[in-house]
Structures are given as C-alpha cells and as structure tokens.
C-alpha cells in the first residue's frame, strides 16, 4: 500500500476512534398513533403524543397528511395527496418535519401544486432550499412606509385608487364582475417592472386557471411569475395550502431586496375549503374554530406582505387578495373580515359590468389607503380632482336622468363627466404605462376630449395613445417625472392637439 494511503487511512481511523468515544447515544422517540377515521380526504388520529400543529406525519404506506388540528387524545389531519387509501387501525408516525415547499429563482415561469410540486411536465425543480409554509409576519420595526407604487396598468386603479409596493388591496365583487381581469391584468403591466409575480389559484377550475396562465404567457411576465394552483377537484388540504405556500414563494424575493406581487384568487373560496375541513373534522363551532378562525387564519397571512425598512434591503410583497361577493352583500362575513385586514378594496358593481363599464370599478365604495403616497407625482397632480369631478357628475346624471339640460354650465359638466366615465374603460389584458396614463389624463383634464363626439373617443383615445405617447419622453421627460415644467406640458398638450386634429382632418 502506498505510505500516502496508509497515512491516510491512519488519520481517519484516529478520528473515528475519537468520534467513538465521544459519542453518546441516546435514544430516538418516536412517535406513533393510529386511524380511527377516515374520509372524504381527513384522517383522526389517536394515542400521538406532542402533536404539532402544521407536523407532516406519517400513515402507513408512505402517505402523508398534515396536522390541522390537535385536541385532547385526537389529532386531526388533513390528506396532501388524492387517491391515497388510508384504512381505520393504519400506524401513523409522527416526522417532525413541518410543511415546506422550494422556494428560489427555479420556480420563475413554472406551475406548480401546493407542495412546489411540477404540474407544467417541464420536469423536476431545482429549488436551492425550502421553507415552511407559515412563516411569521415581518414585525412593525422591521418595516417601512409603503413608498414606492406598484403600477397596474389600469386607469381607474393608478388614477383614483393607486396601490403601493408592500400594500394589501381586496379585490372585492359579486360572481363574473371581472375580478380575476383586474389581478391578472395587474400581473401582465409588471412586463414593463421587475416585480416577481405569484398567482395562486385556490379551487378554482381547472380551465380557468389554464386561461389565465395562457394570458401571461402570451403578452405578460411570464419568466418572472409563478402558478401556485390548487384547482377545485385537488384534495381540500391542498386548496387550502396553496395561500401558504405562494406567500412562502413570494417572500423569498421581499427578503432579497426585490419586489413581488401576489394574487390570492380567491380568499372566499379558501374560507369555503377551511369551513370544509372544519366540518369533517367535526369540530364544534366557535371561537377557535369555523367560522371565528378564519379572521385570524387571514390576517395571519395577509400580513406577511409588507414593505421592508432599507436595512433589510428595501424589499416588498404587494398582495391583491380576491373575495367574491353574494348579491353585493359587501356586509357579509368574510367580505367584511377582509375589508377590515386589508388596507383598502377594489369593488366591483354588477349594475356596471352589465351596463359595459369595464373594468366595474365602483369608484364611490372603493378606496386605497396607504397607495396615495406611492402614486407617482405626475399621476397624482393630474388626478387630484379625479374622484370629486367623476362623484359630482354621478350625481347630477341621476338628478338630470328625467329632464332636458338647459344650463350650459351643467351640460358641459355632464359631457365632461361622460368623457371621464369612458377613460375609466379600459379593454381587458392591455394594461398602459405610467407615460400613457399621464397623457390620457392630461387630455381630459384640459378637456381635449370634450370637444369631440361620443361615438368617436375610441378613436381619439388610440389616436392619443398611439400618436403622442410614444414621443412624450422625449417632449415631456421632466413633467413626466413630477416636475414642475410648464414649458414641456405646453408641449405635450400641442402634440395632443396635432393629433386630434390630424384624425379630424382624416375623417372629414
Ligand atoms: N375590462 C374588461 N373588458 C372586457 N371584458 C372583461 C373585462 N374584464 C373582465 N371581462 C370579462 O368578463 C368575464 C368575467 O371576468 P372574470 O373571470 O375576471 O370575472 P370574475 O369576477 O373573476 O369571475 P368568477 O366569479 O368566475 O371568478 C370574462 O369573460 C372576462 O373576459
Ligand atoms: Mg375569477
């Protein structure tokens, strides 16, 4: 044998003897349990000592469920998989371990299930680690203010209702009011921004959820988006983890100083999976329980979006949670919990979706509370009078509705206010930049839209759109900005009337 080899093999028996000694063995507890019920995807459990809450056990087979639930001699646990057969008597072994997914850039661009597992068969992901599913929320000191905005395309949103980097807006609205429109078309404007996009769909259909991937894949971010979908026909433990699981994804970019935006589609439907699961576990009503339970379990999770204090990078996570609506009754249980965890809502009017008026923003009942600080200057100066202009002309249409206008004053309101209402429409998956926002708005405010026929502000907008935004940076780089500029705005409002007038001069 070679002496270098023999040297070695001498130091490493050195060390194992030393090792030897010092080892100390102790004994390993285990802990084990049985079945004594099972179905409709929930297992009860008996005889597991020190059962932890969010503990992955065990039952025999290799199948695994999760710790919901631990009372005095009974552990409920919910199935992770479908189609896994668990028989009364079966031994449960408790692991230790708690839920966790992989979290990392691997995940950008892919689908996954609640468990970070592939659903797109692009093949396994290398996630650089995991992490648990509960995480706790950033505490007050570690926060900041919410500072910086986080755009969403949408002219009624960046106008009158902005929303910051590190807020919490419900998106709140009856069945097919276009809720879903309104977050993914949030997700398709970050194109243009370097926010990391999370969707997690929670028992929705399948098809559904496929629709919205479609629509980010063909013109939104998606190398920078990841699909956490749970769909309506996965098992409930699973619906109900997906929340979880996309916040877990999510905060891995706000605590590396990045931005990322989450949309919780919906929140409604995960009470629903929560009320589900309580129920067979057959767990009394009442304050720990359904339906007092879920006002903490939402609070728990919507707090873990925040904005990080600069020495903890600066990072943020924006959540855009979803809640449907029964018949309006914004009063209702859930609706209202949300409304009083979340920092302002979206709400969205049936009467309005059916009239057209797309995307059915109530501008009246909705409000942002924190976004106004973030909203950029040229959008807040613009849209100062915005919200007071648009309520006042609600109100005399409705006072108006029966007679002729005489007063020319209040027929140039009412058609100004008719203008407004038309800009608030926008088609769906065609989010604007902060640029084109600046110049639509600019137009109004000057009352460059009024002068023109209503059957013809579709044309003047693209016109508007298509002639003068492009070269605005160029015209107008520091009024744009914020600043100030006189000058440059004189400017911009000359292209503005090149344009409209070049599209008069074309259609006479
Ligand atoms: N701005 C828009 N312009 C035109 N069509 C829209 C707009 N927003 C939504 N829609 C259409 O309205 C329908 C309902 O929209 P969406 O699915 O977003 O509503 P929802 O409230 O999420 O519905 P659900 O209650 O089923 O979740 C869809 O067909 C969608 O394409
Ligand atoms: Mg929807």
New binding site residues.
């Given amino acids: 044998m070679p002496r270098r080899l023999r040297e070695e093999a001498g130091a490493w028996l050195e060390g194992a003897r030393r090792r030897a000694e010092t080892l100390r063995p102790e004994p390993v507890v285990e802990r084990f349990g049985r079945v004594t019920r099972t179905g409709d995807g929930v297992v009860r459990i008996e005889g597991l000592e020190r059962p932890r809450l969010d503990e992955i056990v065990e039952i025999e087979g290799g199948i695994e469920a999760l710790v919901v639930r631990a009372s005095l001699g009974e552990v409920g646990c919910v199935l992770l998989d479908r189609g896994a057969e668990v028989r009364a008597g079966a031994r449960v072994r408790a692991t230790g371990r708690v839920v966790q997914v992989p979290v990392g850039e691997a995940l950008l661009g892919r689908v996954v299930d609640a468990l970070g597992r592939p659903l797109d068969g692009l093949g396994p992901i290398a996630a650089e680690r995991t992490e648990p599913v509960e995480r706790p929320a950033p505490a007050i000191v570690d926060r900041a203010f919410v500072s910086e905005p986080l755009t969403t395309g949408l002219l009624v949103v960046d106008a009158m209702l902005p929303v910051g980097r590190g807020q919490r807006e419900l998106i709140l609205?009856?069945?097919?009011?276009?809720?879903?429109?309104?977050?993914?078309?949030a997700i398709l404007a970050q194109k243009r921004s370097d926010v990391v996009c999370v969707y997690a769909a929670i028992g929705?259909k399948s098809s559904?959820v496929a629709?919205v991937i479609e629509a980010v894949r063909a013109s939104g971010p998606f190398e920078r988006t990841i699909f956490v979908v749970g769909p309506a026909e996965s098992p409930p433990g699973q619906q109900w983890l997906v929340p979880y699981a996309a916040c877990t994804m999510a905060e891995y970019f706000r605590d590396r100083g990045r931005h990322a935006l989450v949309v919780y589609?919906?929140l409604t439907k995960h009470a629903d999976v929560h009320r589900e699961l309580s129920l067979l576990l057959r767990l009394p009503p009442g304050r720990e329980a359904f339906p007092g339970d879920v006002f903490y379990l939402h609070a728990r999770l919507l707090e873990r979006a925040a904005k990080l204090a600069p020495g903890l990078g600066g990072g943020s996570l924006t959540a855009l949670p979803?809640a449907?609506t029964q018949a309006g009754n914004i009063s209702a249980y859930i609706p209202t919990n949300l409304i009083s965890i979340t920092d302002g809502q979206i709400w969205?009017e049936p009467r309005l979706?059916h009239a057209g008026q797309?995307?059915?923003v109530d501008v009246g009942l909705s409000v942002s509370r924190v976004g106004g600080k973030a909203q950029p200057r040229v959008l807040r100066q613009l849209a100062a009078h915005l919200r007071v202009d648009y309520a006042q002309f609600q109100e005399l249409e409705l006072f108006t509705r029966f007679g002729g206008v005489t007063d020319p004053r209040m027929a140039r309101t009412l058609a100004h206010g008719r203008r407004i209402r038309f800009l608030l429409?926008?088609?769906?998956s065609t989010p604007f930049s902060v640029t084109e926002e600046a110049v639509l708005l600019l137009a109004l405010d000057e009352g460059r839209f009024d002068r023109i026929a209503e059957t013809r502000l579709d044309e003047a907008r693209t016109a508007v759109l298509e002639r003068v935004a492009p070269e605005a940076e160029t015209l107008a780089p520091d009024w744009l900005a914020g600043a100030e500029a006189p000058e440059q705005r004189a400017a911009l409002l000359a292209a503005i009337d090149a344009a409209l007038a070049a599209l008069a001069a074309e259609a006479a």
Avoid: N, S, Y
Avoid at 173 to 185: F, H, S, Y
Avoid at 425 to 428: D, E, H, L, S, T
């Fill in positions: 609205g009856d069945r097919k009011t276009g809720k879903t429109a309104i977050a993914v078309d929705q559904t629709r589609d919906d979803i449907e969205l979706f797309k995307p059915a429409r926008q088609p769906q």
